[in-house]
């Protein structure tokens, strides 16, 4: 088996799963409730919170635990929206974000909420003078993402930020697709709001959070406990949490040798991709990228029939966002890139983990190209 | 150390405990991906669902997965209101609901939508005629829990779901409380909706279900994916998922002969209990009670003392949900039932497990009369 569907999810590390495991059947209480027992659970949540933290260059206290990235980012867009309904009803997007930015947004708009999409150049980075041309005096909310989910491009966050600083405007960045990857440092990034996902950095599924800098005005999406701070209702998910935990501590603590490892992945892999296949298209910005994504187009073939073959051959990759993989509707994003319907079609993501090594890289591209070519009758 | 916390939560039985390892780290893949590697996690989520259909006399295609009790009520509650808006805005539930279901009503009353409490006997269950009467012609939702959170009892839900039917009015039943621990078959209660929590019985905390009758209307609360048919977006907890799963399965299994343990346990806890301290008053439903449950109200001492001075002991209780514990409210619940401000203080809830054996059940009666007699000075 080779897997090279990282950004789809990662496997549980080691370390990470040996720590989550006492929470299941040994320090199983409820954290809110009062007795000593119910303490170490508490402690354990907030150990994790710090953290959660501190790969964010956050405090504990702007940390809210969520069940994912789909919950935060639910949970940033309807929150910030509620809360500021007063304020005014627009919001800015980019026209790459993830469907958990774009579903809930549409729901609102049937409420009378506007928005604008803002268009993106050929490598998936939004236009940033026309991100501010589109803001309006009843903007409440501009959402970039931070990497792209597809195609790995990092979006002009710190610009961004300060065109909404400057307007008094709430930031909210989706770091679903570079959290635990790429430095994500909230201060320097100057969001206000931050998703991550535990599972996109060798955390548990089922388990995610949002920074949410202090003085930000929030309603909650889940309501009826005080559990993170009456943000999000619920038992917390203990043994998820304490997960997430240990995978941010170890995420940050080894960041550059897993992003020097990603890079020469990266490079290898499309040095090799480019002997088989010389005519495909490498997508995404070629320097300000999550090196986890090498997202490629080939004429001539159907991007999904390429996952099948490789797939009959023990090598998993993906053509497209899995959280819509199974509607079958083709990418948003690569449209808005202004890719042409066949590279659209011809479009799959490999995608690179800190287990692969060089040569399972070398191989993925070989195997790709032989199983291209053929599709393609060459 | 003797935990009686059995209601606030539960240790994940080794069994279930077995089943999830695997999902973290060998089959990790999103379920969503298209390639053969995912269909390992994808189908272990569908039979998960089977597992818990079964554990509900339901089809595998009416449950929903949630991360949890908390998130599965609002958005049965916010879901069923979004998605009937244009036939009315009234809801009925009982003074005694949980507050996931409480909050998100008292959100949605921000925005026009009216709610009707009805009040309960003194053993906290729903007066019938009461909730027949507050139905009008814009009545939309119908929620009662099928076991009360505090005390236990068990709602008249049959009586219930006749009214609703006859008026086509959507029946909510939050089973938290009640669900893998008493029977809960949907088509005998009738419900259309139906609230699991799998930390409530055996399972792991971050995982919960949701019932959902076919053909009932329902609007999603996390958006943003096709997972769970639409209602529910975000890469699936899949280790979670087969937990629940399996602990579903276990509880279908050894339904009877826990409840036989449990009623054995109960009684034995109160007689030793009433021998230790004759004028203690004995809340809920004397036969109709999930036998978990043994709340206790003691005047002239505090509830959240005894908590403490047991804890400091080694036994673990509660004095009231843990969802708001830590908000030190007093209990809208017992309120409802019309017990006097005295005795609600003075109440405690011991709750009982399988793991617990009749020597401790009785031990835990002796320990917590000694810690009362003494801080009544008798």
Known sequence: MLYADYTSSTPVLPEVKREM????????????SLHDFALKARRAVEEARERVANLLGASAEEIIFTSGGAEANNLAIKGVVQANKARGRHVVVSAVEHYSIMHPLQSLAREGVQVTRVGVDEHGRVRVEELEQAIREDTILISVQHANHEVGSLQPIKEVAEIAEERGI????????????VPAKVEELGVDIYTLSAHRFYGPKGVGALYLARG???????????????????????????????????AEKEMESRLEKLRRLR???????LEEVPEAKINGHPSEVNPMYAHISVAGVEGETVVAELSAKGIYITSGSPCMARAAKASHVLAAMGLSAELIRGSM??????????EEAEKLAREAGEVIRRLRGG
Chains 1, 2 share one sequence.
């Open 349 to 358: 993501l490999f995608s690179l983990g800190i287990p692969m090594s060089e």
């Open 267 to 273: 490079q290898r892999f499309i040095a090799e991709f």
């Open 216 to 250: 930000t005005r929030l309603l909650p999406l889940i309501e009826g406990g005080i559990q993170e701070r009456g943000y999000r209702a619920g038992t917390e998910n203990v043994p998820g949490i304490v997960g997430m935990g240990k995978a941010a501590e170890l």
């Open 170 to 181: 709430t930031f909210h960045c989706d770091g679903v697709s570079s959290a635990g990857v």
């Open 21 to 32: 495991l006492p929470y299941f059947d040994e320090l199983y209480a409820n954290p809110s």
